[in-house]
């Protein structure tokens, strides 16, 4: 069983800037929950998703959306996924979710992410840009 812990969501200005923080009670490199990916969720929109990471490879994937501008990374000292944000504008508010899964290969972390098909989720962590 894995246990997710988002933290980091903040209120900020257009134009700053917010580290989420996405860390697992367990987790296991070699084997299982090497794919993590953040999304959010706006009010009185659906889910999408932000960012993924395969682990062992290291590959990421973004939406177009926050293409330049957000970065998600994992250490795995800290067992910890992060989303570094850059640049927010108000189209950037929401809950944000990260997730984890296993995959073999980076093509299926890829795909979990645009299917959104992760078995476990974090608790949410608010963001809120304001103008």
């Known amino acids: 069983q894995v246990h997710l812990v988002d933290s980091g969501g903040d209120s900020v200005q257009v134009g700053g800037s917010l580290r989420l923080s996405c860390t697992a009670s367990?987790?296991?490199?070699?084997?299982?929950?090497?794919?993590m990916a953040w999304f959010r969720q706006a009010p009185g929109k659906e889910r999408e998703g932000v960012a993924s990471i395969h682990i062992p490879t290291e590959t990421t994937g973004y939406a177009d959306s926050v293409k330049g501008r957000f970065t998600i990374s994992h250490d795995n000292a800290k067992k910890t996924t992060y989303l570094q944000m850059d640049s927010l504008n108000p189209d950037d508010t929401a809950i944000y979710y990260c997730?984890?899964?296993?995959?073999?290969?980076?093509?299926?972390?890829?795909?979990?992410?645009?299917?959104?098909?992760?078995?476990?989720w974090g608790q949410g962590t608010q963001v809120t840009v304001s103008s």
């Open positions: 997730a984890a899964d296993s995959s073999r290969v980076a093509a299926v972390c890829s795909s979990r992410f645009w299917a959104q098909s992760f078995g476990y």
């Open positions: 367990e987790y296991t490199y070699s084997s299982n929950y090497n794919c």
